[in-house]
């Protein structure tokens, strides 16, 4: 606060310059003489135009001139008003914030976010787009970075936070939460990763997510910021307070200062005696009413009676209120219990005060003096090493002593601290020296001083004449000390007054008086006299007034005359100066509570003139700022009566602009005033008497206004306003009946009806007025507090069905704002009257589709919760919504050529979806939709299957049989076609099971046709193909063949995927095309073996010709022998065995590098040798009788032994090999190479039967 002097000065300069922009006062009104000659200046300023008006009636610019200066003069008049008004109202409310005796800030508040305003989200937005552009020093990986492009693209980027953040509903939080929840699915759906729990994930998400959301500011600064703003929400003091209603209602600083001043706010005895005068102001109004019969209207006659009630008992509350609140800040010691209980009842009725007259025992002072002895002065009779010292004591305390000090400097500077109950206390100080005689029992007292201060005495040290002895030689023996008595908190004034009375001080006399405070409501003025801790006599002051008058004659002592009245009784009081006298009676002003405020005489200066010789200060400092606020024109404000005016009107505008103030501030309040703005509402509706009713009324009217107008406000604020009007308007208060006006029960109505409105326009667009489930808990509300509103009375609950139409009815609605909202986002109807392709249209309406999921999904996560009560309601509000699309897909597919199949990701996307949600599930867009496509999916298989049919055909007429993968080009494709086909027709998950088992088994068994006709041309290929190859030893086993081989193992292998059904069909499939590929294998072996035995066979015909006895033989044998006497001849048949041999290592080769079943390998390696073993066993028995040819004989056992040796490292098990078939040739050839050895004498050269590894390494 300025400093007086400095502060006149500076708001003398603001006034005048206030001055030259004042609009004209309105009658009646006070203003500054400035203002009020600056006003008529202006207004004779505009009498000549009217006068030119009416000399110059055909011209007219002049009255037009006329008319809008008459508009303009109208309009600062109604400016002015509303100044005046604002500023009286600022006086209410600071008389509120000063000494509030109701309500305190409450601290259990939730703490409203910060708001995010529209260039902080494109901030946002644009670090966000910054983190994506990879322009931050952020790491993150690959998932973090997809999760913040889905945030990015489908909450920050989206219209309806544009619009949250427009309506101030948007939090910083807000986004947070919105945020986390969006990754908390992702997180939850990636891999385990060890060392690494999904938590940690989850919060190191978050870190970067704020790191992005902050940018580069930094956190610690950003910290302090939050926690100064954190703790102003929370708890302001008086100068915030006074600050943040300055603003609210427009008051200027120097108003403020000149208000605060003048009504003395930093005064709690003024400010408790305003409160006094104005409750008693409100009962006399009570009283006045209840005569006149001056009553509100009201819905029932007997509430006028129970009105008046109200009244006093409210103001009962009030002074119970004031009178527990305690009369020092120390504490509440000084309170009358025995009034506190019945003090009430004796404001109201006067004639019980004589019940509660207070004794002199109730009265209790508890005074604090601090002596403090400086120096002694004209010491001058003792040695200067004599030993002194002081004693100080106050009468019937203790006594204390200084330290020694020696003569020559008797200065000590100690202070002693006393307490006493004496108004008027004596203290004694006396001086000291030691005695130096042997006998002397008692220091020697040099002289004393006794002092009888009061709280109104000196503070500073004085120098006092000390009393001697007569013999003394120090007779100006003088001591400088100090005495401070505190004045106790429940003593509000004192000093010495001349009194008389009819009932106490009935001597004109001179007493000193205390005026003391024993409780709230209770107040007495007490004589004194010295070392009394009683009053002498003392004085109630309940139900007297005090004034000013004038001299008294015959009444010799004091100048400046006052006096209090009562009926019966009047004490006239007199002071020796005027200053003194402003003091008492402001001081019994306050006490006595009366509503007459005493006013000074004019002539002070001229009386205090004809006084004493001394100057002093006219008037308190209380009343220069009285004065000075005149001079600016407040004293009417300052001065008016609360009780005359109506606080109804005054604080609905206090409310609305608070409200306004609070919803334009940087927190998202949503509508919640804050700690400090709840307190002084509070206060003031208790203080000034606000109905309860109106004041939620109101707030009500207030709320829904600014909702109405796009304003994000809290349901859970309506409902707690509404539900109090409610119980109001139809009598279920929780503290009984109260009384209702037609006005509050017509206002009610409307507002319900209002609210009505908003709440069904609030569900209907849901998805825009809680976008992403924000404010979280609010659509919640809203739907609870519907339910309130549909209520006829507070008690009956509505039934459910009722409110169930009413949410049905807004949902519908709901489907079709959203769907037309989505449409026009997807930018289908632009495409109207234009010519656009079919494709065109199909894929916007698969982008449409995609959009219409998102906003099901959207709605699950984020409203279905809210509707958990509603849900078969949302269930029916998205077959709706899908009812509408439906509309809109059936023309698009309407359009497509037929025989087309570019529709159908459109169904997948669509069924995927649906077939997930259980509600949706067959529901009625879903049955549509198979209605739809049906018809195109058996015709699509239909086509398959045909085409299939013709490309098996055609390729294996033009089939080269060269290998593809796991067989031919032909197999290749068809088996490609029908896992194609198939893996299709699965991933639509056709949701009828019906239909879903028809499509299954029409696949399968088309699946076994088509193989079985692959296998058969295959098997028919096979053998074509083998009866065009070579039968000599030259025959290798073409790649062909092995490609037929590997087209029936890999058909083996595709039927059991394509074909196998459930345990029913699989017989009747998969198990009818296996024994067919089985059967084709075993013939396909058989064939190839064959024609590896008809190979063996020619070999076998060629050794035929040296069977013994024949004539071939006998020429062979001759020729060798003669030709080998001369020259090496080669031997005769070697070449034909490694023939065969090589031709049966390569073909084994061949089949085990190029057959792909191993299997099928073994079995036709089994048939083969034993075969082959079968053939060489024929031929040798068809020889028993007769005796091997040398040769047949070597070639033999060279053929058996390898072939026996070849297949046993192809894997062909030794059962086989060891056959009876085996071991019969074996020992025909074993016993043939003995025969042969005995007579040919080692002619076999080396070759035999024996098991010899050596052997085999030469003969390789």
């Known amino acids: 606060m300025l400093d007086p002097s400095s502060s006149e000065e500076e708001t003398e300069d603001v006034v005048e310059e206030e001055c030259k922009e004042a609009p004209a006062p309105a009658a009646g009104s006070r203003l500054s003489p400035s203002r009020t000659s600056e006003s008529s200046g202006g207004g004779g300023g505009l009498q000549p135009s009217s006068r030119s008006s009416s000399i110059r009636p055909s011209s007219p610019s002049p009255s037009v001139v006329s008319e809008k200066e008459k508009e303009e003069l109208e309009r600062l008049q109604r400016e002015e008003e509303e100044r005046k008004r604002k500023l009286q109202l600022y006086v209410f409310v600071m008389r509120c914030i000063a000494y509030p005796f109701n309500a305190k800030q409450p601290t259990d508040m939730a703490r409203r976010q910060q708001k995010i305003n529209k260039p902080q989200l494109q901030t946002v937005k644009d670090r966000f787009q910054a983190f994506l552009n990879g322009e931050t020093q952020i790491v993150a990986d690959e998932a973090f970075i997809n999760a913040v492009q889905s945030y990015y693209e489908v909450f920050l980027k989206s219209d309806r936070v544009s619009r949250m953040v427009q309506s101030g509903g948007c939090s910083a939080n807000d986004s947070r939460e919105v945020f986390k929840k969006h990754i908390e699915k992702r997180v939850r759906s990636l891999p385990e990763i060890d060392g690494l729990s999904k938590e940690t994930v989850l919060s190191s998400w978050m870190a970067k997510f704020d790191a992005i959301y902050r940018g580069e500011e930094d956190p610690r600064k950003q910290q302090a910021r939050m926690t100064a703003s954190a703790a102003s929400e929370l708890i302001l003091s008086k100068e915030q307070l006074y600050e943040m209603f300055q603003q609210i209602l427009g008051i200027k600083k120097f108003e403020h200062q000149l208000l605060y001043n003048a009504c003395q706010l930093d005064n709690p005895d003024e400010q408790a005696a305003q409160i006094r005068r104005e409750l008693d ?8 009413i209840a005569r006149e019969r001056k009553f509100l209207k009201f819905v029932s006659k007997e509430m006028e009676n129970m009105f008046i009630e109200e009244l006093k008992s409210s103001v009962n509350l009030l002074m119970a209120n004031l009178e527990s609140m305690p009369v020092s800040k120390g504490g509440s010691e000084f309170k009358l219990q025995k009034l506190k209980r019945s003090h009430n009842t004796s404001i109201i009725d006067m004639g019980e005060e004589n019940e509660n007259q207070l004794s002199k025992s109730d009265v209790v002072l508890s005074f604090t003096l601090e002596v403090v002895i400086m120096e002694v002065q004209g010491l001058k009779s003792l040695a200067p090493n004599r030993i002194v010292y002081c004693t100080m004591e106050v009468e019937g305390g203790e006594k ?91 003593m509000k004034h004192c000093g010495y007054l001349w009194t008389i009375g009819k009932n106490v001080w009935k001597r004109w006399k001179k007493r000193f008086f205390v005026l003391v405070q024993v409780s709230q409501y209770t107040f007495a003025m007490c004589s004194y006299r010295e070392k009394k801790a009683e009053p002498q006599e003392l004085l109630q002051l309940d139900g007297y007034t005090v004034d000013y008058t004038d001299p008294q004659p015959g009444l010799e002592g004091g100048r400046a005359f006052f006096n209090a009245v009562k009926e019966g009784d009047t004490v006239i009081f007199a002071s020796d100066d005027e200053q003194d006298r402003i003091l008492w009676v402001q001081a019994m002003y306050r006490a006595t509570g009366q509503s007459h405020k005493p006013i000074p005489p004019t002539q002070v200066q001229k009386l205090n003139a004809k006084g004493g010789s001394v100057p002093q200060l006219d008037a308190p400092i209380s009343q220069f700022y009285a004065d000075r606020a005149q001079k600016h024109g407040m004293d009417e404000f300052i001065s008016a009566n609360p009780c005359m005016f109506d606080h109804a009107t005054l604080f609905e505008t206090l409310q609305r602009l608070t409200l306004d103030h609070r919803l334009n501030d940087s927190y998202s309040c949503l509508g919640w005033f804050s700690p400090g703005q709840v307190f002084v509402l509070d206060e003031y509706c208790a203080r000034y008497g606000t109905r309860g009713c109106h004041r939620h009324l109101c707030y009500l009217n207030n709320l829904l206004e600014r909702a109405e107008n796009g304003a994000m406000i809290d349901p859970t604020l309506l409902h707690y306003s509404f539900a109090f009007c409610a119980s109001h308007v139809h009598g279920n208060r929780p503290d009984g009946i109260g009384t209702v006006t037609v006005e509050e029960k017509e206002r009610f109505e409307e507002i319900k009806a209002r609210l009505r409105s908003l709440l069904e326009n609030q569900i209907t667009h849901f998805r825009y007025c809680f976008p992403f489930g924000r404010p979280e808990g609010a659509l919640k509300a809203t739907l609870s507090l519907l339910e309130r509103v549909l209520m006829k009375d507070i ?50 309406t698969i982008r449409l589709a995609e959009l219409v999921i998102e906003v099901l999904q959207q709605n699950e996560e984020h409203h279905a919760e809210a509707f958990a009560w509603w849900s078969d309601l949302m269930v029916e509000h998205a077959e709706t919504f899908l009812s509408l699309f439906a509309v809109d897909m059936d023309s698009v597919l309407e359009t497509q050529a037929p025989d087309t199949w570019d529709s159908f990701p459109l169904f997948q996307l669509l069924n995927d979806f649906l077939r997930s949600d259980y509600n949706l599930l067959n529901g009625k867009f879903h049955k549509h939709l198979q209605d739809v496509f049906a018809p195109l999916v058996v015709r699509y298989v239909d086509l398959m299957e045909s085409s299939i049919a013709q490309s098996i055909h055609r390729g294996f007429d033009r089939e080269s049989w060269e290998p593809v993968n796991n067989g031919s080009g032909t197999s290749e494709d068809l088996f490609w076609k029908l896992d194609a086909l198939q893996t299709f027709i699965r991933d639509l998950h056709w949701p009828e099971e019906e239909f879903a088992k028809h499509l299954e088994q029409r696949l399968k068994l088309m699946s076994s046709d088509m193989i079985e006709s692959c296998v058969k041309r295959t098997r028919i290929a096979f053998e074509a193909k083998l009866q065009k190859t070579s039968r000599s030893t030259d025959f290798r086993v073409p790649q062909s063949i092995c490609t037929m ?50 190979i063996l066979e020619g070999v076998l015909s060629k050794l035929s010709r040296y069977d013994e006895g024949t004539l071939f033989s006998s020429f062979l044998s001759f020729t060798v022998k003669a030709a080998s006497k001369y020259v090496d001849v080669p031997k005769p048949g070697m070449d034909l065995a490694d023939a065969y041999v090589t031709f049966v290592r390569q073909s084994q080769d061949i089949l085990r590098d ?28 068809d020889r028993m009788d007769l005796q091997l040819h040398i040769y047949q004989l070597k070639i033999l056992i060279r053929l058996v032994k390898k072939a026996y040796r070849d297949f046993r490292l192809q894997g062909v098990l030794d059962s086989t090999l060891n056959s009876k078939t085996y071991e019969t040739v074996r020992n025909r050839l074993t016993v043939e190479e003995a025969t042969a050895s005995v007579s040919e004498g080692g002619g076999l050269q080396g070759i035999t039967m024996k098991d010899s590894d050596e052997e085999d390494e030469e003969e390789d």
Request: with cysteine; glycine share 4%; aromatic share 6%.
């Open 795 to 844: 008690v009956t609950p509505v039934p459910q069905e009722e409110v169930k139409v009413v949410i049905r009815k807004c949902l519908e609605k709901a489907a079709l704002v959203n769907y037309t909202r989505l449409s026009e986002y997807a930018k289908i109807e632009e495409n109207a009257g234009q010519l656009v392709t079919p494709a065109k249209k199909l894929e916007d």
């Open 1154 to 1181: 190029k057959v792909n079943e191993e299997m099928y390998i073994e079995r036709l390696f089994d048939q083969w040798y034993t075969s082959s073993m079968n053939i060489v066993c024929t031929w040798l028995t």
């Open 1045 to 1094: 081989f590997n087209v029936m193992v890999d058909a083996k292998a595709q039927s059991t995927k394509l074909c196998s059904m459930e345990v029913g069909q699989e017989r009747q499939y998969h198990s009818k095309i296996d024994e067919l590929i089985e059967e084709t294998v075993k013939e396909i072996i058989t064939l190839l073996v064959a024609k590896f035995v008809t």
């Open 400 to 490: 204390l002593q200084t330290d020694q000090a020696e003569a020559s400097k008797p200065t000590w500077g100690t202070q002693g601290d006393f307490t006493s109950t004496h108004p008027l206390p004596a203290v004694k100080v006396k001086l000291f020296t030691e005695s130096t005689g042997v006998l002397a029992l008692e220091d020697k007292e040099l002289g004393r001083v006794v002092l009888h201060p009061t709280p109104n005495s000196p503070k500073s040290a004085d120098l006092h004449k000390m009393i001697v002895s007569k013999n003394s030689t120090d007779q100006d023996l003088k001591i400088k000390l100090a005495v401070r008595m505190d004045k106790p908190q429940n």
């Open 281 to 288: 102001g409100r009962l006399q109004m009570a009283d006045q």
